[in-house]
Each structure stands twice: as C-alpha cells, then as structure tokens.
C-alpha cells in the first residue's frame, strides 16, 4: 500500500501565503511524478502543479508566479508553496501520484479557504 498525507491547509486571508505539504510512504518516492490537483464546490477537479522525478515542473496557467511546487526526496515529501492567494483559489488540495501495479494514488485532501 501506498499512502499520501496532505497537511498545512487552512483559512488565510486574500493575498496570502499557505503552504502545503504531502508526505509519502513509497520507499521508491523518488522516482515517482508528483501532482498537486484541487477541487472547488461544484467544479471539476483540475491539475494546479506537478513536479518531475527530474524535478520539471508544470503550473496551471491560473497559478503561474503565485504557487511553486517543490520535494525533498529524503523526506519522501512535496511541496506546494502557495503565495498571493486569491479567493477563487478557495478548493480542496489534494496529493497524487501514480504507482505501477496500484494505479493512481490520491490522498484525503486539505482545505484552502481564502477570504476577502
């Protein structure tokens, strides 16, 4: 099995910064895409960021120059670093990758809530 654990969401106000964390329990963490995906009330769940075993990146469009992805192999962690927050980006962050012979691995989510 493998697990990903979300933490360091919350309520911050419009402007901003939060940043989130996914731990995971894959002894193989390094070799693995990481991808950071939310899902607003009501909307589809889209792709925010992710980040290479190569460490390339990948931004949606709506976070360019505000959110940066970043991991730390040796913690088995990734990061998303979320600055300039706007409410529209008010979701649930969740965590995922893909692992050969399990499929695509999500973990429980975080709550981002960003006020006027």
């Known amino acids: 099995q493998v697990q990903l654990v979300e933490s360091g969401g919350g309520l911050v106000q419009a402007g901003g910064s939060l940043r989130l964390s996914c731990a995971c329990s894959r002894s193989g963490f390094r070799f693995n895409a990481m991808g950071w995906y939310r899902q607003a009330p009501g909307k589809q769940r889209e792709l925010v960021a992710s980040?290479?075993?190569?460490?390339?990146?990948y931004y949606a469009d709506s976070v360019k120059g505000r959110f940066t992805v970043s991991r730390e192999n040796a913690e088995k962690t990734v990061y998303l670093q979320m600055n300039s927050l706007k409410p529209e980006d008010t979701a649930v962050y969740y965590c995922n990758t893909y692992v050969y012979g399990l499929g695509s691995i999500w973990g429980q989510g975080t709550q981002v809530t960003v006020s006027l």
């Open positions: 980040i290479s075993n190569d460490r390339s990146t």
